[in-house]
Nanobody
């Protein structure tokens, strides 16, 4: 049974930091690109950050570049998102995603999401 369980969300003041974690199970974690997405009220879900299967390559949305850092630990089947200098516009539900394409077949797994609220 595939599971992605996010944790670490909460309420933080502008300029503060949070560290999100995602614990994965039920699939070959080290073979998957792992990403964090977010969805704010009334907006579409957007990609925040992604990391390659072995962690050698990362990609960030322009809006978070230089403030957020994605990392993974393949030995522990976890992926993290360190969020610094948080802004009110970072407020959203953050989702962990695992993705892999094998022989034309897409495998896409999602967590249930964790709420991040940036407010004074």
């Amino acid at each position: 049974q595939v599971q992605l369980v996010e944790s670490g969300g909460g309420l933080v003041q502008p300029g503060g930091s949070l560290r999100l974690s995602c614990a994965a199970s039920g699939f070959t974690f080290s073979s998957y690109v792992m990403s964090w997405y977010r969805q704010a009220p009334g907006k579409e879900r957007e990609l925040v950050a992604a990391i390659s299967s072995r962690g050698g390559s990362t990609n960030y949305a322009v809006s978070v570049r230089g403030r957020f850092t994605i990392s993974r630990d393949n030995a522990k089947n976890t992926v993290h998102l360190q969020m610094n200098s948080l802004k009110p516009e970072d407020t959203a539900v953050y989702y962990c995603n695992g993705h892999r394409r094998v022989a034309g077949t897409e495998y896409d797994y999602w967590g249930q999401g964790t709420q991040v609220t940036v407010s004074s």
